[in-house]
């Protein structure tokens, strides 16, 4: 079995970045994002039962999903957020445990943004790997890429658990608090040190076998 290690963070602290770094060490990628983005796609499982659960109006004239209605909606009425999670949960966590089976590194990175607060993938992971910056840093960084306003951004923020608890979960962190070029090196690191452990772990089963 192909050692899992959980990648999260709290929304702008670069998780995306970090991930395209591993991949680009060969690294066997599974990113929850993009399957939830496939899922709801026109078409996929998701699409049908997000409308019917609230409404068609969050469908757009070319056919797609509104994402950026779905997304104010689901921040700013908790019930509604439960009920999209509650569609969407199951079917990711499928989607992604029949994807973890066929990578062929070493070790694979499952991108997870919610591992510790829902938990629905925790059984198969490994170790945990948080990247992490500081707060204010997530909202501006939000702010640039996504055109949100400060206030929704803190919403999505309030919806995800505190940066101090997320890094006393984690058995890894990587600190993406200054420029892109600080990634690489901290990445080599934990990519040697997870290779040593998939090797070592492959060893005793081996032994066991």
Not at 22 to 45: C, Q, Y
Not at 48 to 56: D, K, V
Not at 83 to 96: K, M, T, Y
Not at 108 to 120: A, I, K, M, N, Q
């Amino acid at each position: 079995m192909t050692l899992v290690v959980g990648l999260t963070g709290g929304i702008g602290s670069g998780k995306t970045a970090v991930a395209d770094a591993f991949a680009a060490r060969g690294v066997d990628v599974t990113d929850t994002d993009r399957l939830a983005h496939a899922l709801t796609a026109p078409g996929a499982p998701g699409f049908g039962a997000i409308l019917a659960a609230f409404g068609r109006g969050l469908r757009r004239p070319d056919g797609s999903l509104d994402r950026a209605s779905l997304r104010r909606l689901v921040f700013a009425d908790a019930a509604a957020r439960t009920q999209l999670e509650a569609i969407l949960h199951p079917l990711i966590r499928d989607a992604a445990r029949r994807e973890c089976t066929g990578w062929r590194s070493p070790y694979g990175l499952l991108v997870v943004p919610l591992l510790f607060e829902r938990g629905g993938l925790a059984d198969v992971v490994d170790r945990t790997l948080v990247v992490d910056c500081p707060e204010d840093e997530q909202v501006a960084r939000v702010m640039r890429r996504s055109a949100l306003a400060a206030d929704e951004v803190r919403a999505i923020m309030a919806a995800q658990l505190p940066r101090a608890e997320r890094l006393r979960r984690a058995d890894d962190v990587l600190d993406n608090a200054g420029s892109p070029a600080s990634i690489a090196p901290q990445v080599d690191a934990l990519d040697l040190r997870y290779r040593e452990m998939a090797a070592a772990a492959a060893a005793i089963a081996g032994r066991g076998a």
